[in-house]
Each structure stands twice: as C-alpha cells, then as structure tokens.
C-alpha cells in the first residue's frame, strides 16, 4: 500500500471503534424484471475508503446511487450515521422514502459526485459551491463565499469563480463539482466512477484531488474503474459481481491475491 | 391601455397555470395528469373566439349561480378580470407544453445533482428546475406572449373595450377607416417590437451559462 493510503488509515484496532458512517445490508434493486442487487451488504466507518469495483452491469453504480436514495432500494437495510432510512411501499408496490424531510437531511450529509459532474450550468462556479449552503444548509451567503473560495482554491480553480461550467474543461468541471460536494462537509463523499467521462490526460488532475481527500482520512465510497487507483487509496475494496459482492477485503488481497475465478478474470481484462 | 393589462394578466396567469400544469403532467400521479392533458386538448382543440364566448357567458352565468345558490347577491364581474381568466386559461394550456418540453430539455443529471444534495420540491422547482429551463422555453413563451397581445382583440366579441374595438367605433364615427386601422395596426407593431427587444434580453440573460453557438455552425 503506498504512502497515501498508510496515512489515511486508522490503525486495526481504531477502525473498529470509529463509528459506522454508512451501513448496507441485504439490499435488493430490482427495475420491473431486472434484478440488479441481489442482497448486498456494505459497511463504512469513519475514515475508510471503500473503493467498490466490477464489470459494467455488476449494480455497483445502482448500489452507490442506493445509499442516498437516488435510486430507491426494492428492499434492504440502509443506515447514514446510525439512521435507519424509513422505507415505504407507494400504491403501485414500488418502496420509495417514508420520510421526506428525513432522506433530504441525510442526502445534505453525503457529498455526491457524479460521472457526468452535474454542475449546476445556470451558475458560475463560486454559484455552484455556495448553493447548497446557502440554500439548503442556512449558512450565511458570505460565510458560504469565503469557504467556496477556499475549496476553489484547493482543487485548483480560484481564478476559474466566476466563470460557468459549460466554459471548463471535464477535469477542470468534475474538481468544481468534488469542491460542491466538499462545500457542505460532508460525513461521506460518494464518488459514482468519476473519471469515467474524462479524457485520459485530465483524470490525473481529478484522481489526484480525490486522493488528497482520502489522505485526509475522509471518509468515502468510490465507484470507480481505475484499479491502479483504487489500490492506492482504498482501505477496503469490494467486488460486485452480477449484483452479488463476490468478494471483499483490503487492497492488497483483492488485487495480488484474489480468491475467486471470476475476481482473477477481471483484473487479468482490465490490468 | 386595456389590452396590454390583459395582455400582461393572461400570460401571467397563463404561465403560472402551465408551471403547475408542466409539473402535473411529468411528475404527477395518474389522475393529475389524466386531468391536464383533457385540458391542454380541449383548450387547445376548441377555437378561441368560441373558449372566449364559452367561458365568459358560461363562467360568468356558473359563478353567478353559485353565490345565488350559497345565498350571495349577484356579482358583476368586470370586463378586464374576466378577459385575464379567460386568455390566462387558454395561455395556460400552450404554457403547458412549452414549459413541459423545456424541463425535459434540461440535462436531466443537473436535477439528480439537487435531490443528491437534499434539495425540497419547492427549492428544487425555484432555485434549479426553473432557472435552468428557461432558455429552452422564452422562444416559445415570447410566441405566447405575442399571440397575447393580439389575442385581445378577440375580447372585443364579448364587448370588452380594447384596442380594436376602440378602433372600430372611432373609425365609424369619423369614417376615416385607413387611418385609425393603421393606427392600431402601428401600436400593435409597437408593442410587438418592445416585445422582441426586451425578450431578446431576456434570453440572452437566460443562457448565460451556455456558450454562443454561433461558432459551432
């Protein structure tokens, strides 16, 4: 494991007393006759980088997409800082939040990051940062300024303030939108596979930020395709296989010492 | 002047009944959207003068027995309230389209983006939705407002005194026919070219985020 990730990592014992910031259990998806989860479980604690990893269609982007609700689970267990999110069934059988008010006030804790960035394009990038502060946080608009400026600043992009998103590069978009994402200290970010949509020559710039992150000892669950990545930063690294963890541990057996047949294919394709 | 008071009435009632009624059709239960698309067909399949004289003769004669029967006295309602609901109903069901098919040209991960980050509804709808569609529907809501202005005129049927039936009596009376309709045919001119000034503003105000595609030709 490199320097990064050593440093992001609680030592075995504390990452057994940190607290569970996010816990999966037993989640199913399913669209109409498409069963995408089929019973997952996953645990984050304070400080861990769960990198979640597998081929295209294995449901690790639906199970990410779950945690926040974006995508409504069809069963299962999920808990946000040890609350449980209250799922109901609607009239057409379909489970969807019970509590309104209640998956708003967990989505404002968890910094999502997109594939495809998802700024805001009627706002500048000072705009984009501030919005949910200001808006759904209730921090004042000039104390919402002054630490937008600063995430700016940290991911590269002071003098790019007040110029709109359509007008920046991928990378340069995709940083803005980890700054957003930032902007409402979160207790998780969520990284839905984030250079997914970049250019090879601007994921660098995105990983490295990202990385910085997790040096941090930030706590994060990242989607991603970029096993080199994974394998510097992660702490924990899961395996989805066709909407099943077909196997989980730390980085360096996942990657030098995978257990499973299908695990070994797939990073023979993609090494 | 009368007719632009109706004019500005009906597309403001027609915007915020096609808000709503965008909203229902995309995003409500099965009911309400069974419920606005029997309106936008209807209003949009029936000829204006005949909604017009439909709804005025009707709506008026309806409201009237309903506070007879709730033991009201009779009311008159005046001309320039009853012109705004009547063309602000009609606007509403072209608003409706317009609106509906500008939030579905709205990249679609821009809204996802507010709901991950815990946005309501409501701010949703005013801080992302509506912001962000308008680019996609001044076009065809400044089309609307245009057809507003002139829509007016219709109003004239029901003996309400604007711009036309202004010019009509004064045109009888002094029998000086070419100059009074040029004359109106000049102010509705007017009104169409402030009209495409400011809402030329405005859109460019609208797509501020959105590079010029000049250079993409």
Redesign the interface.
């Known amino acids: 494991m490199s320097a990064v990730g050593v440093a992001a990592v609680p030592s075995g014992e504390a990452q057994e007393s940190a607290a569970e910031a996010i816990h999966v259990e037993n989640l199913h998806k399913k669209f109409g006759q498409l069963h995408v989860l089929k019973g997952v479980s996953l645990s984050a604690r304070d400080g861990e980088v769960i990198a979640i990893i597998g081929g295209s269609g294995s449901g690790k982007s639906t199970l990410l997409r779950c945690i ?1 609700c ?1 995508e409504n689970p069809t069963s299962g267990i999920i808990r946000v800082n040890g609350e449980e999110i209250k799922l109901k069934a609607d009239s057409h059988g379909h489970t969807v939040p019970a509590d ?2 209640q ?6 804790k ?1 910094g ?1 990051v ?1 594939q ?9 990038l000072i705009e984009n940062v501030i ?2 502060p200001v ?2 946080l209730g921090v004042k608009r000039d104390e919402a300024v002054a630490q937008a400026e600063k995430l700016l600043v940290r991911v590269g992009l002071a003098e790019k303030r007040d110029v ?4 920046l590069s991928g990378g340069q978009q995709q940083r803005a939108a980890i700054a957003r994402a930032l902007a ?1 200290n979160p207790r998780v970010m969520l990284f839905d596979e984030p250079t997914s949509a970049l250019d090879p020559e601007l994921v660098g710039e995105v990983l490295k930020v990202i990385g910085d992150l997790a040096g941090e000892g930030r706590t994060m669950v990242l989607v991603t395709h970029e096993m080199k990545f994974a394998r510097e930063v992660a702490t924990h690294v899961v395996y989805l296989y066709n909407g099943l963890v077909e196997e989980e541990g730390p980085p360096e057996q996942i990657f030098d010492a995978p257990k499973s047949e299908r695990l070994k294919q797939f990073i023979r394709n993609i090494g | 002047m009368h007719s632009l008071e109706i004019a500005v009435g009906a597309t403001i009632v027609g915007l915020l009944i096609g808000t709503w009624g965008a909203y229902g059709k995309l995003y409500g239960g099965p009911v309400v959207r069974d419920l606005f698309a029997v309106y936008t067909t209807v209003v949009r399949a029936v000829p204006e003068l005949v909604l017009i004289l439909l709804l005025y003769y009707a709506g008026t004669d309806l409201i009237n027995q309903v506070l007879a029967a709730m033991g009201y006295q009779r009311v008159d309602i005046s001309g320039l309230v009853a012109g705004i609901a009547v063309l602000g109903f009609v606007q509403g069901a072209y608003s409706t389209e317009v609106i509906r098919g500008a939030i579905l040209a709205i990249p679609q991960g821009q809204i996802e983006a507010a709901r991950a980050f815990g946005m309501s509804p409501g701010l949703l709808l005013r801080r992302i939705t509506l912001p962000a569609m308008l680019p996609f529907a001044i076009p065809g809501l400044a089309n609307l407002w245009l057809i507003a202005t002139k829509d007016t005129a219709l109003l004239a049927v029901v003996g309400f005194f604007e711009l036309t039936l202004a010019t009509r009596q004064a045109a009888g009376v002094t029998k000086a026919y070419l100059v009074f309709f040029l004359a109106a045919g000049v102010l509705y001119l007017c009104v169409t070219l402030v009209s495409n000034f400011l809402l030329g503003r405005a859109e460019k105000w609208a797509r501020r985020g959105m590079p010029s595609i000049k250079e993409a030709r």
């Open positions: 926040n974006l309104r008010r998956i708003e006030r967990i989505r404002s968890l999502m997109f495809n960035f998802n700024l805001w394009s009627h706002m500048t919005e949910v808006h759904v709109y998103p359509a007008y409402i």
